[in-house]
């Protein structure tokens, strides 16, 4: 779906129009973080088929040539004939004649062919298997719990472009409301029912508003780049956000989503995997002086075979045992150091766990303060909006002045603002309360969950959740401006 969509977008000029869903979409494909934590799948998934390659023959074939220059050679002497001894009638002589026999040939040729096969292992091999299965399971949970993480940074992106537009808006309709009434008092002023003061100080607060304009004109930019940089999008692509930023219901109690992040935290799955990984790794410690059995089977096909000069083979079949039976304590010491790195860790899992819950905890206590705080900055700005309407209405009918309307303007400004940022601000407080239902925080500001685990292969980052999901709507009685 997002790979259409960017072609669509390419081909749109560059410019991006994304909801909040499409942003997310298109980060879990393109975003940096994600790209390398998926390697460390494929890392694993290598391990996996090297663990699995002891469970079968293991094939070579060899091949050589050796020239030998000089050729350790046997002289001896062999009776020819016999001659009579003419000296000595009834006589003979022997006659000898010398041969060499050479010990090897100048020209060598071979060719082999070995398969071995491991036999008994004492549960090393499919303890290494096993090992390296539950570590690309722990890797898999790691890389989801990353996605999780990405999930919650694109949202605050995101949320933070929504925050610093709204702003912008509302400045510019404050300005406009500043230039409204500066021409009422400027008009008053020439009717000579306004002082010089009134007029003066209504052009000072629209000139007031213009470098807040050019701030949040600059904010925006700055937003926009790290949303970008979010999707792996170049700085030079123009974007266009679709969604608004609005109030989203969430109903669900405390207890219920402690129980939900502690059965489905991904960071906690991840620990449980590495646990198996290291009582694993103490089993084939413990294995270290322990027996085991191979079988082999090789033919060698050479020339010089033997003394005579031409091809010929010959295989030979073997059975061996090997049983390193003391070792010096090497495996006693592995086995020992081994198994408290497996108790570390298990204590680890136990914090981990209580580390969730204060999470869980702290994060659902921040969303509720979030939620009073947006109620109130609501009732804010439908008391500053009456009260600012009122103020022009009583200096149309000269009951105030210009200053009191400036003073309501600027009241009223300052709320919508406020109520912005308590949208925003509960929108993101209720984003990490997702993530922390599913996996834990990089953050070292926050409370953190995700944790190292000494000893183990990897880190233990993560989690998962489902339920729980909040809902998409107004803000009961919901305050316009």
Same mark, same amino acid.
């Given at each position: 779906?997002?790979?259409?969509?960017?072609?669509?977008?390419?081909?749109?000029?560059?410019?991006y129009?994304?909801?909040?869903?499409?942003?997310?979409?298109?980060?879990?494909?393109?975003?940096?973080?994600?790209?390398?934590?998926?390697?460390?799948?494929?890392?694993?998934?290598?391990?996996?088929?090297?663990?699995?390659?002891?469970?079968?023959?293991?094939?070579?074939?060899?091949?050589?040539?050796?020239?030998?220059?000089?050729?350790?050679?046997?002289e001896?002497?062999?009776l020819?004939?016999?001659?009579?001894?003419?000296?000595?009638?009834?006589?003979?002589?022997?006659v000898?004649?010398?041969?060499?026999?050479?010990?090897?040939?100048?020209?060598?040729?071979?060719?082999?062919?070995?398969?071995?096969?491991?036999?008994?292992s004492?549960?090393?091999?499919?303890?290494?298997?096993k090992?390296?299965?539950?570590?690309?399971?722990?890797?898999?949970?790691?890389?989801?719990?990353?996605?999780?993480?990405?999930?919650?940074?694109?949202?605050?992106?995101?949320?933070?472009?929504?925050?610093?537009?709204?702003?912008?808006d509302?400045?510019?309709?404050?300005?406009?409301?500043?230039?409204e009434?500066?021409?009422?008092?400027?008009?008053?002023?020439?009717?000579?029912?306004?002082?010089?003061?009134?007029?003066?100080r #209504?052009?000072?607060?629209?000139?007031?508003?213009?470098?807040?304009?050019?701030?949040?004109e600059?904010?925006?930019?700055?937003?926009?780049?790290? &949303?970008?940089?979010?999707?792996?999008?170049?700085?030079?692509?123009?974007?266009?956000l679709?969604?608004?930023l609005e109030?989203?219901?969430?109903?669900?109690? &405390?207890?219920?989503?402690?129980?939900l992040?502690?059965? /489905?935290?991904?960071?906690?799955?991840?620990?449980?995997?590495?646990?198996?990984?290291?009582?694993?790794?103490?089993?084939?410690?413990?294995?270290?002086?322990?027996?085991?059995?191979?079988?082999?089977? #090789?033919?060698?096909?050479?020339?010089?075979f033997?003394?005579?000069?031409?091809?010929?083979?010959?295989?030979?079949?073997?059975?061996?045992?090997?049983?390193?039976?003391?070792?010096?304590?090497?495996?006693?010491?592995q086995?020992?150091?081994?198994e408290?790195?497996?108790?570390?860790?298990?204590?680890?899992?136990?914090?981990?766990?209580?580390?969730?819950a204060? /999470?869980?905890?702290?994060l659902?206590?921040? &969303?509720?303060?979030k939620?009073?705080?947006?109620?109130?900055q609501?009732?804010?700005?439908?008391?500053?909006?009456?009260?600012?309407?009122?103020? /022009?209405?009583?200096?149309?009918?000269?009951?105030?002045?210009?200053?009191?309307?400036?003073?309501?303007?600027?009241?009223?400004?300052?709320?919508?603002?406020?109520?912005?940022?308590?949208?925003?601000?509960?929108?993101?407080?209720?984003?990490r &309360?997702?993530?922390?239902?599913?996996?834990g925080s990089?953050?070292?500001?926050?409370?953190?969950?995700?944790?190292?685990?000494?000893?183990?292969?990897?880190?233990?980052?993560?989690?998962?959740?489902?339920?729980?999901?909040?809902?998409?709507?107004?803000?009961?009685?919901?305050?316009?401006?």
């Amino acid at each position: 779906m997002t790979v259409f969509l960017l072609l669509y977008l390419l081909g749109a000029g560059n410019l991006y129009e994304l909801t909040l869903e499409d942003a997310v979409n298109m980060a879990l494909e393109r975003n940096l973080q994600v790209l390398a934590a998926e390697e460390s799948h494929n890392s694993a998934y290598g391990n996996l088929l090297q663990a699995r390659s002891g469970f079968f023959p293991q094939v070579s074939l060899s091949s050589s040539y050796t020239y030998l220059s000089t050729i350790q050679k046997m002289e001896t002497y062999h009776l020819v004939r016999l001659e009579p001894d003419p000296q000595n009638p009834g006589s003979f002589i022997p006659v000898f004649e010398k041969s060499e026999m050479p010990f090897g040939y100048k020209n060598n040729y071979s060719f082999g062919l070995t398969v071995q096969q491991v036999l008994f292992s004492w549960g090393r091999l499919i303890n290494n298997y096993k090992l390296a299965k539950h570590n690309l399971r722990s890797t898999d949970y790691d890389i989801e719990a990353k996605k999780e993480m990405i999930k919650e940074s694109v949202k605050e992106a995101y949320y933070n472009c929504l925050l610093v537009r709204r702003y912008l808006d509302v400045l510019n309709e404050t300005r406009k409301d500043l230039e409204e009434h500066y021409n009422s008092v400027k008009k008053r002023y020439e009717e000579g029912l306004a002082s010089d003061f009134e007029l003066l100080r #209504a052009e000072v607060q629209l000139r007031n508003v213009e470098p807040q304009i050019k701030a949040a004109e600059t904010g925006l930019k700055t937003a926009y780049d790290a &949303l970008k940089l979010q999707l792996n999008l170049p700085l030079d692509v123009q974007i266009k956000l679709k969604d608004t930023l609005e109030y989203r219901s969430f109903n669900a109690d &405390l207890d219920s989503l402690i129980s939900l992040a502690l059965s /489905e935290r991904l960071d906690l799955k991840s620990t449980d995997e590495k646990l198996e990984v290291l009582k694993k790794t103490v089993a084939i410690a413990r294995s270290g002086n322990k027996p085991s059995v191979f079988a082999q089977w #090789a033919y060698q096909y050479q020339r010089p075979f033997g003394f005579e000069d031409k091809w010929k083979g010959m295989w030979t079949f073997t059975v061996g045992l090997q049983f390193p039976f003391f070792d010096g304590f090497k495996t006693y010491g592995q086995v020992k150091s081994m198994e408290a790195q497996l108790r570390q860790v298990r204590y680890m899992r136990e914090l981990q766990g209580k580390a969730i819950a204060l /999470e869980i905890r702290s994060l659902y206590r921040d &969303l509720e303060a979030k939620e009073e705080a947006l109620k109130s900055q609501r009732d804010n700005v439908k008391l500053a909006r009456r009260a600012f309407e009122m103020a /022009e209405e009583q200096y149309r009918n000269g009951y105030v002045s210009s200053l009191d309307v400036i003073d309501a303007e600027v009241a009223y400004s300052q709320a919508r603002l406020s109520y912005i940022s308590a949208l925003h601000d509960y929108n993101v407080a209720l984003a990490r &309360l997702e993530r922390a239902l599913k996996a834990g925080s990089e953050s070292p500001s926050g409370t953190s969950a995700g944790m190292e685990m000494k000893g183990a292969p990897a880190s233990a980052q993560g989690g998962s959740a489902a339920g729980a999901a909040p809902s998409h709507g107004q803000h009961p009685g919901g305050a316009g401006f």
